[in-house]
């Protein structure tokens, strides 16, 4: 909080880093067909003002189309989009004002850093000292005083990604976009600015709509996340919950890692796994349940250790331990067409005890770690 | 022990050294061996001609050195008139193709490739066409009882027959004609690799559609453009054909003249001396073409 408000003191770009410059956008039935593929299929999303929102999903979600309907590049076959509360489904993009980090920057090639900069504002008839000011400004911000005049060619590519951001928020725009702005940094340095662009979004307040493949940019980062897949939102929620609770087996597949599991349901509505109880159906008459386990909620439990209460507990074998730095990743059969992956520190003390390719292995899941959903496993 | 480390390890160094190093000899020598027959024919098809032509416009009456030859050019004004001429077409027939060629390069640049592969189709066609055949067509379309003013007349665009040929506009429509290919081909290349985002940008950041194109369109297919322009000036200087034919002998460019001095007179001194300005002529056209554009980078690309 001490550190949010110094944050926002040092923020020199617009005069109100609170967000009510923020604008929310409010999508409806938004849909876009190319050929007999749906693109968007009746698209509903509400973006609050001031948050910073993540379209996550597989390549050809439609996360792309969405973003590109929102900056006005892709003409929706029909919907609505409101800034605030004014209609842009018809407005051309050149007047929704709104700022954009492309994918490849789009830096123009032919203006130094400074020109590119202050493009936005020369349009708006912004001129001499307050543009150079402003430019200087934003240059700041991103942490690239003094680089003004060099040319687009000399600037390495976390640079370039800078320079396309101070270019997107310059002229004060309520609603910042971003289509995997990040992509093409190396690991290193993606992981710096997702902080950084964090950071910049809270000294903005600016509502933000995120873009990426990646899911754990999308944890990093979002204050929501927006999963979409063939077109359709299929959740929208925190990070915390969208991990936690995923909606279906394809959010509990592409987010983070997991291993399904189908549950058996018995009359009395209880969710079974290898006749152990992990919890409940209720009234709902669903055929299919899935048990989704994390890696990381898994561990060893003591050689002979049984379910009780709180654990559950699978026998199994271990067929392979990978050691990958800050973890190690182990495979555990725990039958001959199931394999459970089981994740654990590497500090020793997390270890299972001694085991080695072969072996017989108890691991435990805690029943407050239990992810159930319903429907089948993912394809 | 320790030195006898110490010996191991600068052997180590020199291990298969000076193999090592004839074998990245070899491999130079074996990729510059691939130039030899371009060389033999550059030297045997340009460099000795050249040389040849050189020699001669330096030749005097008496066999000896002179510089009657060029102090001949500087006597006469249908000289100078030549060169004006020749500069005069080339620069209009350039302007002609740019004031065309943009905008179909951009409208191909548009398309989606496939389609754009259709329409480059039409373009090249006449490309691929004999240069007399076109330039005989010109004629054909052009003449004063011609299709082009029959037809105008039937429709009653005009009442008696506009000369359109054996001058300067016949000149410049059949040139014009021949040069575009030219200058639309390296313009289409250079549009294309524009990225789809600058414009998405340009607009993203407030550029109504005219402002996107002039400041950002256009100055990036500019090195393309200039590439192009240059190609049809530095052809148009030397061309012969179209002039001589649809020119009808008013429009007299250096390569018309030397043809006339030979056929003529059956000097080759003063016919080399001829070829030898035009050759400096457009060597200097290019080195300031360069200097102006920046040329190089548009010509050799920049990626």
């Given at each position: 909080m001490l550190i949010d408000s110094r944050l926002k003191l040092s923020f020199a770009v617009t005069d109100d880093p609170l967000g009510t410059t923020a604008l929310p956008i409010e999508i409806r039935d938004l849909t876009k067909r190319y050929g007999s593929v749906y693109a968007l299929n009746s698209v509903d999303l509400d973006v609050h003002s001031g948050e910073f929102l993540t379209l996550l999903g597989p390549s050809g979600s439609g996360k792309t189309t969405l973003l590109m309907a929102i900056a006005g590049f892709n003409r929706p076959d029909s919907g609505s989009i409101r800034f605030g509360e004014d209609e842009?489904?018809?407005?051309p993009p050149h007047k929704r004002e709104v700022g954009m980090v492309f994918q490849s920057y789009a830096l123009f090639p032919h203006m130094n850093v400074a020109d590119n900069i202050g493009f936005p504002l020369k349009l708006r008839g912004i001129t001499g000292a307050e543009r150079a000011t402003r430019v200087e400004e934003a240059l700041e911000t991103v942490q690239l005083s003094g680089f003004g005049a060099r040319n687009i060619d000399q600037l390495s590519g976390g640079q370039r990604q800078r320079v396309a951001l101070a270019r997107a928020f310059v002229f004060g725009p309520r609603i910042l976009l971003m289509d995997e702005p990040l992509s093409a940094l190396d690991k290193k340095l993606r992981e710096r600015m997702q902080i950084e662009l964090k950071h910049l979004h809270r000294k903005l307040g600016v509502t933000t709509v995120y873009v990426t493949h990646d899911q754990r940019e999308a944890l990093t980062m979002s204050d929501r996340i927006a999963v979409i897949n063939d077109g359709e939102l299929i959740q929208l929620d925190t990070p915390e919950v969208i991990y936690?609770?995923?909606?279906?087996a394809f959010v509990a597949d592409f987010i983070g890692e997991s291993t399904m599991l189908p549950l058996k349901r018995d009359d009395a509505g209880a969710l079974l796994f290898r006749g152990q109880k992990v919890g409940d159906a209720g009234a709902d008459e669903g055929k299919d349940w899935t048990l989704v386990v994390r890696p990381e909620r898994l561990f060893f439990a003591g050689a002979g250790a049984e379910t009780d209460d709180q654990t559950i507990v699978l026998k199994g074998v271990l067929r392979e331990a990978v050691f990958q730095g800050e973890s190690e990743m182990a495979l555990v059969s725990i039958d001959d067409d199931t394999e459970v992956a089981v994740r654990f520190g590497t500090s020793g003390r997390a270890s299972p005890a001694a085991s080695i390719t072969g072996d017989q292995v108890y691991i435990g899941l805690d029943r407050n770690d239990v992810i159930i959903i319903p429907g089948g496993q993912a394809a | 022990m320790a030195r006898a480390d110490a010996d191991a390890s600068r052997s180590g160094r020199h291990l298969h050294g000076a193999a090592l190093k004839r074998q990245h000899t070899r491999e130079q020598w074996s990729v510059l061996s691939l130039v030899v027959p371009a060389l033999i024919v550059i030297v045997l098809i340009i460099l000795i001609p050249l040389s040849w032509l050189f020699y001669l416009s330096f030749l005097g009456d008496n066999g000896g050195f002179s510089l009657e030859n060029y102090h001949k050019m500087t006597q006469y004004k249908s000289y100078y008139r030549i060169f004006v001429t020749t500069f005069q077409v080339s620069i209009l027939t350039t302007l002609a193709c740019i004031a065309l060629g943009y905008p179909l390069a951009f409208f191909l640049a548009q398309l989606p490739p496939r389609w754009a592969g259709v329409f480059m189709l039409a373009v090249l066609l006449p490309f691929w066409t004999s240069l007399l055949v076109r330039t005989y067509a010109w004629l054909v379309l052009l003449q004063k009882r011609g299709i082009l003013n029959e037809f105008a007349m039937q429709v009653g665009l005009w009442e008696t027959p506009i000369k359109l040929v054996h001058n300067m506009t016949g000149t410049l429509i059949g040139m014009a004609h021949i040069m575009l290919p030219f200058l639309i081909l390296p313009l289409y290349n250079a549009m294309r690799k524009i990225d789809k985002d600058m414009m998405h940008a340009a607009a993203n950041l407030g550029a109504n559609p005219i402002n996107a194109f002039w400041r950002v369109y256009f100055p990036l297919s500019l090195p393309g453009m200039v590439a192009g322009s240059l190609i049809v000036f530095v052809l148009c200087l030397g061309f012969y054909v179209t002039p001589a034919v649809l020119g009808g002998g008013r429009v007299i460019m250096v390569s018309n003249q030397i043809t006339a001095i030979l056929e003529n007179q059956f000097d080759w001194g003063a016919a080399s001396a001829l070829g030898v300005v035009l050759l400096v002529a457009t060597t200097f056209t290019l080195y300031l073409a360069a200097r102006v554009f920046k040329f190089d980078a548009a010509l050799f690309g920049r990626d």
């Open positions: 842009v489904i018809l407005t936690n609770s995923p909606a279906n | -």
